[in-house]
Protein backbone atom coordinates (compact mmCIF):
# COMPACT_ATOMS: atom_id res chain seq x y z
CA UNK A 1 0.00 0.00 0.00
CA UNK A 2 1.51 3.08 -0.82
CA UNK A 3 1.45 6.44 2.42
CA UNK A 4 -0.42 8.85 1.74
CA UNK A 5 2.27 10.98 0.67
CA UNK A 6 3.37 9.17 -1.70
CA UNK A 7 -0.16 9.02 -3.37
CA UNK A 8 0.05 13.09 -2.71
CA UNK A 9 3.55 13.02 -4.85
CA UNK A 10 1.68 11.08 -7.50
CA UNK A 11 -1.35 12.68 -8.10
CA UNK A 12 0.68 16.22 -7.86
CA UNK A 13 2.68 14.65 -11.22
CA UNK A 14 0.23 13.18 -12.75
CA UNK A 15 -1.59 16.84 -12.42
CA UNK A 16 1.58 18.20 -13.69
CA UNK A 17 1.92 15.99 -16.96
CA UNK A 18 -2.10 15.96 -17.48
CA UNK A 19 -1.67 20.25 -17.53
CA UNK A 20 1.89 19.93 -19.83
CA UNK A 21 0.00 17.67 -22.62
CA UNK A 22 -2.79 19.95 -22.79
CA UNK A 23 -0.41 22.53 -23.78
CA UNK A 24 0.90 20.65 -26.09
CA UNK A 25 -1.73 19.53 -28.42
CA UNK A 26 -2.36 23.27 -28.51
CA UNK A 27 1.27 24.21 -29.59
CA UNK A 28 1.79 21.68 -32.34
CA UNK A 29 -1.70 22.22 -33.89
CA UNK A 30 -0.72 26.12 -33.90
CA UNK A 31 3.02 25.49 -35.13
CA UNK A 32 1.75 22.97 -38.02
CA UNK A 33 -0.91 26.12 -39.25
CA UNK A 34 -4.08 24.39 -37.76
CA UNK A 35 -6.72 26.43 -35.67
CA UNK A 36 -10.18 26.03 -34.62
CA UNK A 37 -12.54 29.78 -34.42
CA UNK A 38 -15.00 29.80 -31.97
CA UNK A 39 -17.49 31.69 -30.59
CA UNK A 40 -18.38 32.16 -26.81
CA UNK A 41 -22.44 32.35 -26.59
CA UNK A 42 -23.13 33.31 -22.75
CA UNK A 43 -20.48 35.42 -21.24
CA UNK A 44 -21.22 35.19 -17.21
CA UNK A 45 -18.62 33.80 -14.65
CA UNK A 46 -18.37 30.40 -16.47
CA UNK A 47 -19.00 31.76 -19.98
CA UNK A 48 -15.89 34.16 -19.34
CA UNK A 49 -13.60 31.46 -17.68
CA UNK A 50 -14.42 29.28 -20.84
CA UNK A 51 -13.59 31.90 -22.82
CA UNK A 52 -10.36 32.63 -21.20
CA UNK A 53 -9.25 29.12 -21.54
CA UNK A 54 -9.95 28.86 -25.27
CA UNK A 55 -8.79 32.33 -25.70
CA UNK A 56 -5.02 31.16 -24.35
CA UNK A 57 -4.57 28.47 -26.99
CA UNK A 58 -2.35 29.40 -29.45
CA UNK A 59 -4.79 27.07 -31.83
CA UNK A 60 -7.89 29.40 -30.94
CA UNK A 61 -9.11 32.01 -32.74
CA UNK A 62 -12.03 34.01 -30.83
CA UNK A 63 -14.54 35.57 -33.38
CA UNK A 64 -17.38 36.55 -31.46
CA UNK A 65 -18.85 37.47 -27.72
CA UNK A 66 -22.11 37.13 -27.21
CA UNK A 67 -24.71 38.07 -24.78
CA UNK A 68 -27.66 40.06 -24.89
CA UNK A 69 -26.31 41.81 -21.87
CA UNK A 70 -24.16 44.47 -23.81
CA UNK A 71 -22.02 45.23 -20.23
CA UNK A 72 -21.38 41.46 -19.85
CA UNK A 73 -20.21 40.99 -23.69
CA UNK A 74 -18.09 44.01 -23.33
CA UNK A 75 -16.69 42.77 -20.30
CA UNK A 76 -15.92 39.41 -21.70
CA UNK A 77 -14.25 41.15 -24.59
CA UNK A 78 -11.85 43.22 -22.26
CA UNK A 79 -10.89 40.00 -20.37
CA UNK A 80 -9.24 38.59 -23.73
CA UNK A 81 -8.11 42.09 -25.41
CA UNK A 82 -4.61 40.39 -24.63
CA UNK A 83 -4.92 37.67 -26.35
CA UNK A 84 -7.08 38.11 -28.91
CA UNK A 85 -10.06 40.65 -30.54
CA UNK A 86 -14.10 39.38 -30.47
CA UNK A 87 -16.52 40.89 -32.04
CA UNK A 88 -18.99 42.14 -29.27
CA UNK A 89 -22.68 40.82 -30.55
CA UNK A 90 -25.88 40.22 -28.54
CA UNK A 91 -28.14 37.78 -30.94
CA UNK A 92 -26.39 34.59 -31.15
CA UNK A 93 -28.03 33.89 -34.61
CA UNK A 94 -25.31 36.61 -35.84
CA UNK A 95 -23.17 34.06 -34.62
CA UNK A 96 -24.07 31.19 -36.45
CA UNK A 97 -24.63 33.18 -39.90
CA UNK A 98 -20.70 33.39 -39.89
CA UNK A 99 -19.60 30.27 -41.92
CA UNK A 100 -15.71 30.92 -40.43
CA UNK A 101 -16.65 30.16 -37.20
CA UNK A 102 -16.26 26.39 -36.50
CA UNK A 103 -17.49 25.91 -33.00
CA UNK A 104 -19.18 27.37 -30.45
CA UNK A 105 -19.59 27.59 -25.99
CA UNK A 106 -22.68 27.61 -24.82
CA UNK A 107 -22.53 29.09 -21.23
CA UNK A 108 -26.24 30.84 -20.72
CA UNK A 109 -28.80 29.59 -18.14
CA UNK A 110 -29.88 26.50 -18.64
CA UNK A 111 -33.34 26.61 -20.60
CA UNK A 112 -31.17 27.91 -23.49
CA UNK A 113 -28.88 25.25 -23.61
CA UNK A 114 -30.92 22.85 -25.94
CA UNK A 115 -31.97 25.95 -27.84
CA UNK A 116 -28.79 27.11 -28.94
CA UNK A 117 -26.68 23.85 -29.11
CA UNK A 118 -29.62 22.79 -31.72
CA UNK A 119 -29.55 25.90 -34.11
CA UNK A 120 -25.84 25.62 -33.67
CA UNK A 121 -25.38 21.96 -35.09
CA UNK A 122 -28.35 23.06 -37.48
CA UNK A 123 -25.47 25.42 -38.94
CA UNK A 124 -22.90 23.15 -38.64
CA UNK A 125 -20.75 24.06 -35.53
CA UNK A 126 -19.23 21.64 -32.83
CA UNK A 127 -20.64 22.72 -29.39
CA UNK A 128 -18.88 22.81 -26.24
CA UNK A 129 -22.49 23.47 -23.80
CA UNK A 130 -22.39 23.74 -20.07
CA UNK A 131 -24.20 21.41 -17.73
CA UNK A 132 -26.71 20.25 -17.31
CA UNK A 133 -26.95 19.84 -20.89
CA UNK A 134 -30.83 20.63 -21.16
CA UNK A 135 -33.06 22.20 -19.36
CA UNK A 136 -35.48 18.99 -19.61
CA UNK A 137 -35.38 15.26 -21.09
CA UNK A 138 -37.46 15.96 -24.44
CA UNK A 139 -34.22 18.04 -25.06
CA UNK A 140 -31.59 16.37 -23.71
CA UNK A 141 -33.09 13.43 -26.53
CA UNK A 142 -33.28 16.33 -29.48
CA UNK A 143 -29.72 16.90 -28.71
CA UNK A 144 -28.25 13.30 -29.08
CA UNK A 145 -30.34 13.49 -32.03
CA UNK A 146 -29.07 16.28 -33.57
CA UNK A 147 -25.39 14.98 -32.91
CA UNK A 148 -25.50 11.98 -34.37
CA UNK A 149 -27.62 13.08 -37.66
CA UNK A 150 -24.67 16.50 -37.87
CA UNK A 151 -21.60 13.60 -36.61
CA UNK A 152 -20.74 17.52 -35.09
CA UNK A 153 -18.64 17.36 -31.67
CA UNK A 154 -20.73 17.97 -28.84
CA UNK A 155 -19.31 18.21 -25.48
CA UNK A 156 -20.82 18.26 -21.89
CA UNK A 157 -18.86 20.37 -19.21
CA UNK A 158 -19.08 18.16 -16.55
CA UNK A 159 -15.57 18.10 -16.36
CA UNK A 160 -14.29 15.47 -13.95
CA UNK A 161 -14.54 12.77 -17.22
CA UNK A 162 -11.40 14.60 -18.29
CA UNK A 163 -9.84 14.33 -14.66
CA UNK A 164 -7.18 11.74 -14.99
CA UNK A 165 -7.45 10.75 -11.26
CA UNK A 166 -10.77 9.88 -11.22
CA UNK A 167 -10.61 8.07 -14.57
CA UNK A 168 -7.81 6.15 -13.18
CA UNK A 169 -9.73 5.17 -10.01
CA UNK A 170 -12.76 4.05 -12.02
CA UNK A 171 -10.39 1.84 -14.32
CA UNK A 172 -9.25 0.15 -11.13
CA UNK A 173 -13.44 0.14 -9.95
CA UNK A 174 -14.11 -1.91 -13.36
CA UNK A 175 -11.26 -4.49 -12.39
CA UNK A 176 -12.89 -5.08 -9.17
CA UNK A 177 -10.88 -3.64 -6.87
CA UNK A 178 -13.75 -3.10 -4.34
CA UNK A 179 -15.90 -5.95 -5.78
CA UNK A 180 -19.21 -5.52 -7.72
CA UNK A 181 -20.28 -1.81 -7.24
CA UNK A 182 -24.17 -1.95 -6.00
CA UNK A 183 -24.78 1.12 -4.49
CA UNK A 184 -23.48 4.77 -5.25
CA UNK A 185 -24.36 7.65 -3.29
CA UNK A 186 -24.22 11.58 -4.55
CA UNK A 187 -24.30 14.39 -2.34
CA UNK A 188 -24.69 18.41 -2.59
CA UNK A 189 -24.23 19.71 0.58
CA UNK A 190 -23.35 23.32 0.89
CA UNK A 191 -24.51 26.89 1.89
CA UNK A 192 -26.57 28.95 -0.72
CA UNK A 193 -27.70 32.51 -0.91
CA UNK A 194 -31.10 33.22 -0.50
CA UNK A 195 -32.89 35.14 -2.80
CA UNK A 196 -35.76 37.20 -1.26
CA UNK A 197 -39.34 37.76 -2.56
CA UNK A 198 -38.61 40.33 -4.77
CA UNK A 199 -42.04 41.95 -7.22
CA UNK A 200 -41.47 42.67 -10.95
CA UNK A 201 -39.54 45.99 -12.42
CA UNK A 202 -38.03 47.48 -15.15
CA UNK A 203 -35.07 45.44 -16.78
CA UNK A 204 -31.92 47.55 -17.03
CA UNK A 205 -30.61 49.45 -19.65
CA UNK A 206 -28.54 47.57 -22.53
CA UNK A 207 -30.15 44.15 -21.51
CA UNK A 208 -31.70 42.75 -24.36
CA UNK A 209 -34.09 41.06 -21.65
CA UNK A 210 -36.45 38.97 -24.78
CA UNK A 211 -33.82 37.79 -26.05
CA UNK A 212 -32.34 36.41 -22.68
CA UNK A 213 -36.17 35.11 -22.25
CA UNK A 214 -35.95 33.22 -25.47
CA UNK A 215 -37.95 30.67 -26.23
CA UNK A 216 -39.09 29.91 -22.82
CA UNK A 217 -42.67 31.85 -21.86
CA UNK A 218 -42.34 36.02 -21.42
CA UNK A 219 -42.38 36.60 -17.84
CA UNK A 220 -42.14 40.32 -16.34
CA UNK A 221 -38.20 40.77 -15.67
CA UNK A 222 -37.55 40.27 -11.74
CA UNK A 223 -34.37 41.09 -10.78
CA UNK A 224 -33.95 37.89 -8.24
CA UNK A 225 -34.74 35.34 -11.70
CA UNK A 226 -31.91 37.13 -13.37
CA UNK A 227 -28.49 36.53 -13.63
CA UNK A 228 -27.10 33.44 -12.17
CA UNK A 229 -30.60 33.40 -9.84
CA UNK A 230 -32.63 31.74 -12.81
CA UNK A 231 -31.37 28.31 -11.78
CA UNK A 232 -34.25 28.37 -8.45
CA UNK A 233 -36.75 29.23 -11.16
CA UNK A 234 -38.58 26.16 -13.28
CA UNK A 235 -38.46 27.81 -16.19
CA UNK A 236 -35.36 28.90 -16.57
CA UNK A 237 -32.77 26.48 -14.36
CA UNK A 238 -32.96 23.35 -13.00
CA UNK A 239 -32.27 23.56 -9.45
CA UNK A 240 -29.34 22.54 -7.59
CA UNK A 241 -29.92 19.10 -8.47
CA UNK A 242 -29.20 20.56 -12.06
CA UNK A 243 -26.44 22.99 -10.63
CA UNK A 244 -23.84 21.27 -8.55
CA UNK A 245 -25.78 18.00 -8.34
CA UNK A 246 -25.54 17.01 -11.68
CA UNK A 247 -21.45 17.01 -11.65
CA UNK A 248 -21.94 14.13 -8.88
CA UNK A 249 -24.78 12.35 -10.31
CA UNK A 250 -22.47 11.95 -13.55
CA UNK A 251 -19.73 10.85 -11.33
CA UNK A 252 -22.30 8.02 -9.56
CA UNK A 253 -23.61 6.58 -12.44
CA UNK A 254 -20.02 6.37 -14.30
CA UNK A 255 -18.33 5.21 -10.99
CA UNK A 256 -21.99 2.60 -10.79
CA UNK A 257 -21.30 1.49 -14.24
CA UNK A 258 -24.30 2.07 -15.64
CA UNK A 259 -25.16 3.91 -19.20
CA UNK A 260 -28.92 3.26 -19.23
CA UNK A 261 -31.91 5.30 -17.47
CA UNK A 262 -33.66 4.05 -14.22
CA UNK A 263 -36.83 2.88 -14.39
CA UNK A 264 -38.26 3.42 -11.03
CA UNK A 265 -37.70 6.98 -9.09
CA UNK A 266 -38.55 8.29 -5.45
CA UNK A 267 -38.11 11.55 -4.16
CA UNK A 268 -38.78 13.22 -1.27
CA UNK A 269 -37.49 17.06 -1.22
CA UNK A 270 -39.01 20.44 -0.11
CA UNK A 271 -38.02 24.19 0.95
CA UNK A 272 -36.78 23.30 4.70
CA UNK A 273 -33.59 26.06 4.69
CA UNK A 274 -34.72 29.20 2.91
CA UNK A 275 -38.11 31.33 3.18
CA UNK A 276 -37.42 33.16 -0.41
CA UNK A 277 -38.26 33.34 -3.78
CA UNK A 278 -37.01 29.77 -5.07
CA UNK A 279 -39.51 27.20 -6.47
CA UNK A 280 -36.83 24.49 -6.43
CA UNK A 281 -36.45 22.23 -3.27
CA UNK A 282 -33.26 23.49 -1.05
CA UNK A 283 -33.76 19.97 0.74
CA UNK A 284 -33.73 16.80 -1.68
CA UNK A 285 -33.24 12.80 -0.97
CA UNK A 286 -33.85 10.73 -4.57
CA UNK A 287 -33.39 6.73 -4.92
CA UNK A 288 -33.07 5.90 -8.77
CA UNK A 289 -33.62 1.83 -9.14
CA UNK A 290 -32.09 0.43 -12.13
CA UNK A 291 -33.15 -2.92 -12.13
CA UNK A 292 -30.95 -4.46 -15.16
CA UNK A 293 -32.77 -8.20 -15.87
CA UNK A 294 -33.85 -7.98 -12.62
CA UNK A 295 -31.68 -10.60 -10.64
CA UNK A 296 -30.20 -10.55 -7.51
CA UNK A 297 -26.30 -9.23 -8.23
CA UNK A 298 -27.71 -7.65 -11.42
CA UNK A 299 -29.65 -4.61 -9.72
CA UNK A 300 -28.17 -1.25 -9.24
CA UNK A 301 -29.27 2.05 -7.04
CA UNK A 302 -28.20 5.29 -7.36
CA UNK A 303 -28.69 7.64 -3.97
CA UNK A 304 -28.62 11.63 -4.24
CA UNK A 305 -28.52 13.28 -1.30
CA UNK A 306 -28.90 17.49 -1.30
CA UNK A 307 -28.80 20.43 1.54
CA UNK A 308 -27.87 23.82 0.15
CA UNK A 309 -28.78 25.62 3.26
CA UNK A 310 -25.64 23.16 5.38
CA UNK A 311 -22.28 24.98 5.93
CA UNK A 312 -20.50 21.89 6.40
CA UNK A 313 -18.47 18.91 4.71
CA UNK A 314 -20.10 15.56 4.53
CA UNK A 315 -16.82 13.24 5.02
CA UNK A 316 -14.98 16.14 4.43
CA UNK A 317 -16.34 17.31 0.74
CA UNK A 318 -18.97 19.55 0.48
CA UNK A 319 -19.85 17.65 -2.90
CA UNK A 320 -18.58 14.05 -3.54
CA UNK A 321 -19.84 10.37 -3.82
CA UNK A 322 -19.76 6.76 -2.35
CA UNK A 323 -19.39 3.92 -3.93
CA UNK A 324 -20.24 0.90 -2.13
CA UNK A 325 -19.07 -2.28 -3.25
CA UNK A 326 -19.35 -5.73 -2.16
CA UNK A 327 -15.86 -5.81 -1.16
CA UNK A 328 -15.00 -2.14 -0.49
CA UNK A 329 -16.12 0.99 -0.14
CA UNK A 330 -14.79 4.48 -2.18
CA UNK A 331 -15.39 7.66 -0.87
CA UNK A 332 -14.47 10.23 -4.29
CA UNK A 333 -14.48 14.23 -4.24
CA UNK A 334 -14.00 15.39 -8.08
CA UNK A 335 -12.27 18.63 -5.64
CA UNK A 336 -10.94 16.53 -2.78
CA UNK A 337 -9.87 13.16 -3.81
CA UNK A 338 -10.12 9.78 -3.03
CA UNK A 339 -10.31 7.19 0.06
CA UNK A 340 -10.76 3.79 -0.90
CA UNK A 341 -11.82 0.96 1.84
CA UNK A 342 -11.29 -2.85 1.80
CA UNK A 343 -13.35 -5.34 3.94
CA UNK A 344 -13.25 -4.66 7.47
CA UNK A 345 -12.89 -0.83 6.21
CA UNK A 346 -9.07 -1.03 5.76
CA UNK A 347 -7.81 1.99 4.03
CA UNK A 348 -6.29 0.62 1.27
CA UNK A 349 -5.53 3.74 -0.59
CA UNK A 350 -5.78 7.67 -0.80
CA UNK A 351 -4.97 10.38 -2.84
CA UNK A 352 -5.71 14.43 -3.22
CA UNK A 353 -7.19 15.45 -6.87
CA UNK A 354 -9.03 18.44 -8.31
CA UNK A 355 -11.48 18.72 -11.02
CA UNK A 356 -9.33 19.14 -14.53
CA UNK A 357 -10.97 21.75 -16.09
CA UNK A 358 -8.23 22.60 -18.33
CA UNK A 359 -7.81 18.90 -19.70
CA UNK A 360 -11.76 18.89 -20.76
CA UNK A 361 -11.87 21.90 -22.12
CA UNK A 362 -8.81 21.29 -24.71
CA UNK A 363 -10.26 17.70 -25.15
CA UNK A 364 -13.13 19.60 -26.74
CA UNK A 365 -10.84 21.32 -29.27
CA UNK A 366 -8.41 17.95 -29.78
CA UNK A 367 -11.89 16.23 -30.62
CA UNK A 368 -12.75 19.02 -33.15
CA UNK A 369 -9.77 17.91 -35.29
CA UNK A 370 -9.47 14.06 -34.29
CA UNK A 371 -13.71 13.85 -34.74
CA UNK A 372 -12.79 11.43 -32.14
CA UNK A 373 -15.83 11.44 -29.43
CA UNK A 374 -15.02 13.27 -26.31
CA UNK A 375 -14.94 12.67 -22.69
CA UNK A 376 -18.20 14.26 -21.68
CA UNK A 377 -20.15 13.73 -24.81
CA UNK A 378 -23.84 14.25 -25.61
CA UNK A 379 -24.91 10.97 -24.58
CA UNK A 380 -24.09 10.54 -21.49
CA UNK A 381 -24.23 14.46 -20.84
CA UNK A 382 -27.95 13.71 -21.45
CA UNK A 383 -28.09 10.41 -19.08
CA UNK A 384 -27.01 12.86 -16.26
CA UNK A 385 -29.23 15.18 -17.07
CA UNK A 386 -31.97 13.33 -16.83
CA UNK A 387 -31.23 12.29 -13.59
CA UNK A 388 -31.69 15.70 -12.31
CA UNK A 389 -34.71 15.90 -14.40
CA UNK A 390 -36.51 12.88 -12.55
CA UNK A 391 -35.19 14.24 -9.22
CA UNK A 392 -36.80 17.42 -9.83
CA UNK A 393 -40.33 15.85 -11.49
CA UNK A 394 -40.60 13.07 -8.33
CA UNK A 395 -40.21 16.04 -5.67
CA UNK A 396 -42.10 18.35 -7.19
CA UNK A 397 -45.27 15.87 -8.09
CA UNK A 398 -44.61 13.95 -4.97
CA UNK A 399 -45.17 10.53 -6.18
CA UNK A 400 -42.95 7.79 -7.62
CA UNK A 401 -42.25 7.55 -10.78
CA UNK A 402 -41.99 4.79 -13.03
CA UNK A 403 -39.65 5.67 -15.92
CA UNK A 404 -40.09 3.54 -19.35
CA UNK A 405 -35.74 4.13 -20.28
CA UNK A 406 -36.34 3.17 -23.64
CA UNK A 407 -39.06 5.52 -24.85
CA UNK A 408 -37.93 7.93 -22.13
CA UNK A 409 -41.73 8.69 -21.07
CA UNK A 410 -42.90 8.46 -17.46
CA UNK A 411 -45.85 6.09 -17.28
CA UNK A 412 -49.23 5.92 -15.69
CA UNK A 413 -48.74 9.95 -14.11
CA UNK A 414 -50.21 12.28 -16.81
CA UNK A 415 -48.73 15.08 -14.56
CA UNK A 416 -45.97 14.15 -14.38
CA UNK A 417 -45.30 12.89 -17.78
CA UNK A 418 -45.62 16.29 -18.96
CA UNK A 419 -42.47 17.66 -16.94
CA UNK A 420 -40.56 15.61 -19.56
CA UNK A 421 -40.91 18.21 -21.74
CA UNK A 422 -41.87 21.91 -21.23
CA UNK A 423 -44.05 24.46 -22.31
CA UNK A 424 -42.06 27.04 -25.40
CA UNK A 425 -43.10 30.84 -25.59
CA UNK A 426 -45.64 30.32 -29.36
CA UNK A 427 -44.03 30.99 -32.77
CA UNK A 428 -40.54 32.12 -30.96
CA UNK A 429 -37.47 31.17 -33.71
CA UNK A 430 -35.42 29.39 -31.32
CA UNK A 431 -37.89 26.59 -30.04
CA UNK A 432 -36.34 23.29 -30.58
CA UNK A 433 -37.82 21.53 -33.88
CA UNK A 434 -37.68 17.78 -34.12
CA UNK A 435 -35.25 17.97 -37.33
CA UNK A 436 -33.26 21.05 -36.40
N1 LIG B 1 -18.94 23.20 -15.52
C1 LIG B 1 -18.99 23.87 -14.40
O1 LIG B 1 -18.33 23.54 -13.42
C2 LIG B 1 -19.87 25.09 -14.31
C3 LIG B 1 -19.60 26.07 -13.34
C4 LIG B 1 -20.44 27.18 -13.30
C5 LIG B 1 -21.53 27.28 -14.17
N2 LIG B 1 -21.75 26.30 -15.08
C6 LIG B 1 -22.92 26.38 -16.01
O2 LIG B 1 -22.68 27.44 -16.92
C7 LIG B 1 -23.91 28.07 -17.27
C8 LIG B 1 -23.80 29.56 -17.03
O3 LIG B 1 -23.62 29.80 -15.66
P1 LIG B 1 -23.28 31.26 -15.10
O4 LIG B 1 -23.04 31.12 -13.65
O5 LIG B 1 -22.22 31.88 -15.93
O6 LIG B 1 -24.70 32.00 -15.34
P2 LIG B 1 -25.01 33.54 -15.59
O7 LIG B 1 -26.45 33.74 -15.49
O8 LIG B 1 -24.13 34.37 -14.71
O9 LIG B 1 -24.51 33.77 -17.10
C9 LIG B 1 -25.26 33.35 -18.21
C10 LIG B 1 -25.08 34.38 -19.31
O10 LIG B 1 -25.78 33.92 -20.48
C11 LIG B 1 -26.36 35.07 -21.08
N3 LIG B 1 -27.42 34.69 -22.02
C12 LIG B 1 -28.74 34.50 -21.80
N4 LIG B 1 -29.38 34.23 -22.95
C13 LIG B 1 -28.43 34.27 -23.92
C14 LIG B 1 -28.47 34.11 -25.34
N5 LIG B 1 -29.61 33.87 -26.01
N6 LIG B 1 -27.31 34.24 -26.04
C15 LIG B 1 -26.16 34.52 -25.42
N7 LIG B 1 -26.05 34.69 -24.07
C16 LIG B 1 -27.19 34.55 -23.34
C17 LIG B 1 -26.86 35.90 -19.90
O11 LIG B 1 -27.16 37.23 -20.24
C18 LIG B 1 -25.68 35.75 -18.95
O12 LIG B 1 -24.71 36.76 -19.11
C19 LIG B 1 -24.99 27.38 -16.42
O13 LIG B 1 -25.67 26.42 -17.18
C20 LIG B 1 -24.22 26.72 -15.30
O14 LIG B 1 -24.86 25.56 -14.83
C21 LIG B 1 -20.93 25.22 -15.17
Known sequence: MNTRREFLEQST?????????????????????????MAAIGCGGQGTSLLKTFADMPDVKIAYVCDPDEARAAKAADAVKDKQSPKTISDLRRVLDDP????????????????????????????????PCSHNIREGRLMVEAAERTKKIVQVGTQSRSTPFIREMFAKLRDGIIGEIVVAKAWNSQ????????????????????????????????????????????????????????????????????????SRVAAVGGKYGFD???????TLYTAFDYPSDGAVGHKKQLIFEMRIWSPYKQEGHDNACAFYG?????????????????????????ASGKADTQAHRRNFVDCVYSGQKPNADILNGHLSATLCHLANIAARTGRTLQFDPAKEEIVGDAEAAALVGRTYREGHWAVPKVSS
Open 13 to 37: VALAAASAMVHTSSEVQAAEGRTVT
Open 100 to 131: AVEAVTVATPDHWHAPATLLALAAGKHVYVEK
Open 191 to 262: RRKDIGHLQPSEAPGGFDYDLWIGPAPMVPFQANRQHYNWHWWYDFGTGDAGNDGVHELDIARWGLGVDVHP
Open 276 to 282: DDQQFPD
Open 326 to 350: TNGMLILGKNGGYKLYGPGSKLIEE
